[in-house]
């Protein structure tokens, strides 16, 4: 009986040393996953705040690029209005002009004070014709000054109202991309 005392004994002592074992076992595995569970929420609150940086870094450059292209497109804007006022300035003065042209032409010319020579005196009747001719050739003159200023009007008045050509935004590579 005491030799089975003694195997039992060696047997239960083997059995508190091997539970003793399965113990410092699973406590150095809770400790390992606890550290690997701490490991993972360390590394998912640094993605997160590099995503965060990400976004608000690319929100900034959204604005800037959205401010950069509303200043612009307002300086476009200005350009294209002085560019029109002065146009239409332009065709104005010139449209002033040939309406002076065309009174003058219009008005009776003032004779001359010079005295006139024997000869001159003697083909007295033949003035109408030249002077009709005179008249004629001051009215078309006025006619095509009166035309080129309409059709610098009219280009002037269509150059203003045509849109200017929009330009496709240009993409910009990521970084870390290729």
Do not use: F, H
């Not at 004994?9 to 410092?24: F, S």
């Not at 009215?139 to 929009?166: C, D, E, F, Q």
């Amino acid at each position: 009986m005491s030799e089975e005392n003694g195997w039992l004994t060696k047997i239960g002592d083997a059995m508190g040393v091997a539970k003793d074992k399965a113990q410092e076992v699973g406590a150095s595995i809770v400790r390992k996953t606890e550290v690997a569970a701490s490991d993972a929420k360390r590394e998912a609150a640094k993605a997160r705040t590099v995503v965060g940086k990400k976004t608000r870094a690319a929100r900034a450059s959204v604005k800037r690029k959205t401010k950069a292209a509303e200043a612009g497109a307002k300086k476009a804007y200005g350009q294209a209005k002085r560019s029109v006022e002065r146009k239409v300035k332009a065709a104005a003065t010139g449209a002033k002009r040939a309406a002076g042209k065309v009174e003058r032409a219009m008005s009776p010319k003032k004779s001359a004070a010079t005295r006139k020579t024997g000869a001159a005196k003697k083909v007295g009747g033949r003035k109408s014709t030249p002077a009709r001719s005179a008249v004629n050739k001051n009215v078309a003159k006025v006619r095509t000054v009166a035309r080129k200023a309409g059709a610098a009007l009219s280009r002037a008045a269509k150059r203003a109202v045509k849109k200017p050509a929009r330009k496709p935004a240009k993409r910009t590579k990521r970084k870390g991309r290729a």
